[in-house]
């Protein structure tokens, strides 16, 4: 079971321990997930897959032989962005949205086919990965079918004119109105056939806060029927993991990575967020961590125009607190491009600087108990330190045990423990491999550099 957000000081342990004790109502009451996450997505990290950017040719056959690599990474799931026909009604660009959807049930030609999708599910099985579905539930394309057979399932203005997602500059996509129960039920058959015909592993539910929670709890628990799946749902809300969803997005943890890397928060700011998640979400929510996925990179910009510098100690605190860590194509590559999102522009795979960096932090994702996903992890203990710029923590469970100390500045910082009492057993830096006594660990590293981190696992 989680707990809240606990600093290790002599001065305060004593009173948290007291407060604990003292008021069980400290964090909300909410209900449990419908079907708790699978089993196989305890300690997963995941990965998106853009198939387009992957490969010259932007095919599912070409992407195929990538899997082995995505595996030896490290990953347990690859979530797969929509492969599905994009309309051509309003399309942005030359090749369009891909979450401009043409038809719920079928793939995008210029991709592959049937034949080439399933091939893709088969293999990844076969490596032990699981696969999630982009599914886009808001909205389809102006030349769907669904436009003229029944254009009541639409949104419309004032002038019975259907309608784009109002609000959104998404002008290349119709709204659909979930106040028809017929096109619920289509868009539940739709999301059905993915589990029968290919077996895939669950949905990643695109903007998932833009569709009735109601409609939420009724096709989830129709599709748990079928297969046990997982439910990522993009949103930030903590009534999705009521209605099915495993895990939602991290949103303000990214902003607030962003912020701090910019310079405009201070590390602290991450004390008020840790604390008010863990009073926000259920103990069983995963929480997807992220420094880029496609949406970040195309509209805001790469990870060095958002961090500069502090793009990796910003990925250690994304792969070591709490939640689910996500890396997004071309990452590990050390992406530094804005990929078009409505044309053709291919990842650069040359530069493999970065591939060890994510191979160690995966490793220890997977292996250590203590940075598993939700309650089968642990809760993130704040370390005092003598410099409020030099933020560290401990996680620990069932005798792994994982410190981090980042220095979440652009300048140099010294720094002491305050009020940690510990045996000095050995730790082992996840990146050089080398070992010694936690103590002389610290000692090395009282100065660390702009930036920089040091992550340790408990021998």
Request: charged share 25%; hydrophobic share 35%; proline share 4%.
């Amino acid at each position: 079971m989680r707990k809240q957000l606990i600093i290790l000081s002599i001065f305060l342990i004593p009173f948290f321990s007291c407060h604990e004790a003292g008021n069980t109502n400290l964090k909300k009451q909410v209900k449990h997930t419908i079907v708790p996450a699978p089993d196989w997505s305890k300690n997963a990290s995941i990965y998106e897959v853009n198939i387009r950017q992957y490969t010259p040719k932007g095919t599912i056959k070409a992407f195929i032989p990538y899997l082995k690599k995505i595996k030896d990474l490290g990953t347990g799931i690859i979530w797969i962005m929509p492969p599905y026909p994009i309309g051509l009604e309003k399309r942005k660009g030359k090749l369009g949205s891909p979450y401009s959807i043409a038809d719920y049930t079928a793939i995008n030609p210029d991709l592959g086919t049937d034949e080439d999708f399933d091939a893709l599910v088969k293999e990844a099985h076969k490596l032990k990965m699981k696969v999630l579905l982009d599914w886009v539930g808001n909205h389809t394309s102006f030349d769907h079918k669904w436009i003229k057979s029944h254009p009541d399932w639409y949104t419309k203005d004032s002038l019975g004119h259907i309608t784009h997602p109002m609000g959104t500059d998404w002008t290349d996509v119709a709204d659909l109105n979930y106040d028809n129960t017929e096109m619920r039920k289509e868009m539940i058959k739709s999301m059905k056939y993915w589990i029968n015909k290919f077996d895939i592993d669950g949905f990643r539910c695109d903007v998932a806060g833009f569709v009735p929670n109601d409609f939420w709890y009724e096709a989830i628990s129709e599709l748990q029927k079928i297969k046990h799946i997982f439910m990522l749902a993009e949103w930030e809300d903590p009534e999705l993991h009521n209605v099915g969803f495993h895990m939602t997005y991290g949103w303000e943890l990214h902003h607030i990575m962003n912020e701090i890397a910019q310079e405009k928060m201070i590390p602290l700011a991450l004390d008020t967020f840790f604390d008010k998640d863990f009073h926000r979400f259920p103990d069983e929510a995963y929480r997807m961590n992220f420094t880029t996925n496609h949406d970040e990179n195309s509209w805001n910009g790469t990870i060095k125009e958002r961090m500069g510098d502090a793009a990796d100690v910003m990925t250690i605190l994304a792969f070591t607190a709490e939640g689910m860590p996500l890396i997004y194509s071309g990452q590990e590559a050390n992406l530094n491009k804005r990929l078009s999102f409505f044309d053709k522009d291919t990842i650069d795979w040359s530069d493999t600087s970065k591939l060890n960096f994510f191979k160690s932090l995966l490793a220890l994702k997977h292996n250590n108990r203590a940075l598993w996903n939700g309650k089968y992890g642990s809760y993130l203990q704040k370390v005092e330190t003598s410099n409020k710029n030099v933020y560290a923590y401990t996680r620990e469970k069932d005798g792994d045990k994982v410190f981090a100390f980042l220095n979440l500045t652009g300048k140099e910082q010294f720094f002491n423990i305050l009020g940690l009492s510990m045996k000095n057993v050995g730790y082992r830096n996840i990146f050089t491999g080398k070992s010694k006594k936690f103590s002389q660990w610290i000692k090395e590293n009282k100065r660390m550099k702009p930036w920089s981190f040091l992550v340790l696992e408990k021998e």
